[in-house]
């Protein structure tokens, strides 16, 4: 139930092209849809986050897309660069407790 | 802006002693604090969350009595691994609310148990 599922676990992209990163979810107590992008060795950093009333948001080249009825969400990452490669995760904070469940994480390489 | 700092940023420490992780609030008051950890190439796995002047509230499976937590300002929470072991090896890194839904995370420190 406080699972969110992440796939897929790596993705190689080549410069330019679009990147898709796919989440999915059960708890429908989870409001708030945020996704991370991470470094070795950092901290994640929060690249764009939604709230379930949106189906869409964007951001530069950062884009997510809801759909609560099937309960999944996704980051796409258009003209994707090889600054962009790094891991990708998406998270679902509960209700009002302010927690975050992670998914699992995708490890993103930018071919040159 | 507001930022969440980590000190120290990795430390090694030898099996049965305690080691304490600092992290900060700067420029902003947190009340509310989270402790994640993470084993290399996995996910953040959620530790506990830190309310100033209150006792933590840890996730199942954590040991509370392994990993303390102390939140005494709205500025200033610890981590404190005790008589840790090779397993404990791991990055550990908090998190606080910034404002309203959003959580930033600080840099993380590396833990290395010998």
């Known amino acids: 139930q406080q699972q969110v599922k992440q796939s897929p676990q790596s993705l190689i992209v080549q410069k330019g092209g679009i990147s898709i990163i796919n989440c999915a979810y059960e708890?429908?107590?989870?409001?708030?849809f945020p996704w991370y992008q991470q470094f070795p060795g950092k901290g994640p950093a929060l690249l764009i986050a939604i709230r379930p009333d949106v189906s869409e948001k964007k951001e530069g080249r950062f884009t997510i897309s809801f759909n609560k009825s099937a309960k999944q969400f996704s980051l796409h990452i258009m003209d994707s660069q090889p600054g962009d490669s790094a891991t990708y995760f998406c998270a679902a904070k509960m209700g009002n407790t302010g927690k975050l469940i992670f998914g699992q994480g995708t490890t993103l390489q930018v071919k040159p | 802006g507001a930022v969440v700092s980590q000190h120290p940023s990795w430390v090694i420490c030898k099996s049965g002693t305690s080691v304490k992780i600092e992290c900060r609030s700067l420029d902003f008051q947190a009340t509310t604090m989270f402790w994640y950890r993470q084993f290399p190439k996995q996910s953040l796995m959620l530790m506990a969350t830190s309310n100033e002047g209150s006792k933590a509230t840890y996730e199942q499976g954590v040991e509370k009595d392994k990993f303390l937590i102390n939140h005494a300002s709205l500025t200033l929470s610890t981590l404190t691994v005790t008589s840790a072991h090779p397993e404990d090896s791991s990055f550990y890194i908090c998190?606080?609310?910034?404002?309203?839904?959003?959580?930033?995370f600080g840099p993380g420190t590396r833990l290395t148990v010998t």
């Open positions: 708890n429908t107590a989870f409001d708030y």
């Open positions: 998190s606080a609310i910034i404002y309203r839904d959003r959580l930033d």
